[in-house]
């Protein structure tokens, strides 16, 4: 068994492309397609990918997307959540 918690950084791989989210306090930088940016700096059809990705609702205007993405990373990094991984 593989005791883990959830970390400020999250990483999801499929086949083609790698996305992740990185927070320092309030700012929330996303690597995609081998490139860091800062969140609010993403276009529409970026930030959707981004929610995709992550399995978030991606509809919605620009504002919305960046405050889910937002909120799901936060979300994440703040979680005292403890799971347990069997191998």
Do not use: H, M, P, W
């Given at each position: 068994?593989?005791?883990?918690?959830?970390?400020?950084?999250?990483?999801?791989n499929?086949?083609?492309?790698?996305?992740?989210?990185?927070?320092?306090?309030?700012?929330?930088?996303?690597?995609?397609?081998?490139?860091?940016?800062?969140?609010e700096d993403?276009?529409?059809?970026?930030?959707?990918?981004?929610?995709?990705?992550?399995?978030?609702?991606?509809?919605?205007?620009?504002?919305?997307?960046?405050?889910?993405?937002?909120?799901?990373?936060?979300?994440?990094?703040?979680?005292?959540?403890?799971?347990?991984?069997?191998?």
């Open positions: 068994n593989i005791i883990a918690s959830a970390s400020d950084v999250e990483v999801v499929t086949d083609d492309t790698k996305i992740t989210l990185t927070n320092d306090n309030d700012d929330i930088t996303v690597n995609i397609y081998n490139e860091d940016r800062v969140l993403l276009n529409g059809n970026e930030l959707k990918e981004v929610c995709k990705y992550f399995n978030l609702k991606a509809k919605g205007k620009k504002v919305e997307l960046v405050e889910r993405i937002r909120d799901y990373q936060l979300n994440l990094r703040n979680s005292k959540n403890f799971f347990v991984l069997n191998n």
